[in-house]
């Protein structure tokens, strides 16, 4: 079907007709926009209609058909309608099928949706669709249309609609706004010093395992990383690897295992969580007591490219290649650098690390970091003083300069 209507000024789609008969007119002076292609399900008018019903006759007492008598029937077919035998062009059923669809002229178009319509109840698009296809086989889903956008009772409908469409989505700004009010008071009404705590049942219990290739700028032997990193905290740990042989991962494993505890579950993006496996097996080897299962695949973004960035700029800052010396600077940084309202090192150690990282990625000593602290002088105890060959260092207490001893 090629049928195309022409675009309207906004005022015109947007008018309403009261009355029948002007609703009539106006309907007819939108059909009329139309341009009727020879692939169009629409006729024109009476006329038209004659001529093709009369075509098709024709058509089947021809003993040699051309292509345009085949394509009439296949889209067309008479039959008798009615007492009186009136012919009329229906689309081809099969013989036992009295199922018929009509085809009807533009003349009789409004009369027929306009029945449909106050006979569904001022049904919509849809309704009005489904009732007429059923009859009728060239009513078309625009014609529909045109006839909807001039109905002022459907017009009504959508108005109404609309507004009370715009007083739920207030009203649903409204409460997003109070629930955004509340976070806003919940999160200053939180001192400072309070900090989101992970729960100790769901830390350490979960983690994964993935390596990162460094193949392209390889540091002696070592060609690869080994990321570790628990799930509910974040908190990561980076190891130097040679190869990326199972044997070699669950060793360098184990170590992280015995400092931190085994997990539960442990997860890898290799393979869909080969990798996870086989280290496993491998680890319950070295340590037949380990009470930890694999879980399976995870997607991972980026491909290990934060890691990446994370040593090529720390290489790039201390002008160094040998990236598996930077590795642990790269996990500091990475561990207290702040997830939401805390690093992953407070959420694991429950505290913020004595030793700070700066910009320059150095780090300072941790006895700069206790230069504001207090020093608490315990009462009973005498005051010493250290002394470091023949020079005397004041005391630390009491600034106060010891009698000089003489070397014998």
Known sequence: MEQTLKRLPQNEQNEEVDDEEEL???FHDRLKLIRI???SLLIENEQSYGKLLKEVEEAK???KKSWKDYRRFKRFDVVADGAEGEKRLISPVAE???DYKFYIHNGQIFDIIHEAHLGTGHGGKHKLEQYLKSRYANVTREVIKIYLDLCAECKKKRTSAAAALISTGNERRRRQQLQQQRQVVKRRCSSSSMMKSVKVKERLYR?????????ESADGDNKYILHYEDCSTKFCLLRPLKTIVAVEVAYNLLDIFCILGAPGLLQSAEDGGQLASDVIEELKM?????????HGGYNRNGNGDDIKDSVVSWMRETNSTKWSEGLRFCQ??????PECRQSPYEALIRRKPKRLYQEDSSIVDATRSMEHEEIVVEPDLP???????????PCCNCNRKPAKIRKK
């Open 286 to 294: 070295m340590w037949s007591s380990l009470s930890c299962v694999s």
């Open 24 to 26: 009539r007119v106006a």
């Open 96 to 98: 036992e099928d009295q």
């Open 383 to 393: 005051h010493f003083c250290s002394i470091q060959s023949s020079e005397i260092i």
């Open 37 to 39: 292609s020879v692939n």
């Open 332 to 337: 500091l940084r990475r561990n207290i650098s």
């Open 207 to 215: 983690a994964t395992v993935d390596i990162v290739d460094m193949s």
């Open 61 to 63: 007492t021809k003993t």
